[in-house]
């Protein structure tokens, strides 16, 4: 493997790395408001696990992006076995 593809295997690698923990959400020890949170309420999830959580987050956009994530990498392995197959 020349250099060349090293450095861009270690950039793309780097990339899907930043771009997956893009979807992690933030801890937070303050409300919206800026006000520390005093407790919380204990209400069951939304059936399906997507829209508002318990502490009101829309998880909507975390299971796109992982979907998305988990697709992209899905279609790198199946070109990457195609071209090895190629290949012998």
Known sequence: MS?????????TV??????????VPSASATDEQGGARTGATL???APGGTGPSEDG????????GGTALL???ATSVTLAMRRRGRAS
């Open 3 to 11: 250099a060349a593809h090293r450095l861009l295997l270690t950039a």
């Open 57 to 64: 987050r829309d998880s909507t956009v975390y299971f796109l």
């Open 43 to 45: 209400e069951a999830p």
């Open 14 to 23: 780097a990339a899907a790395l930043l771009c997956a923990l893009w979807f």
């Open 71 to 73: 697709g992209l990498g």
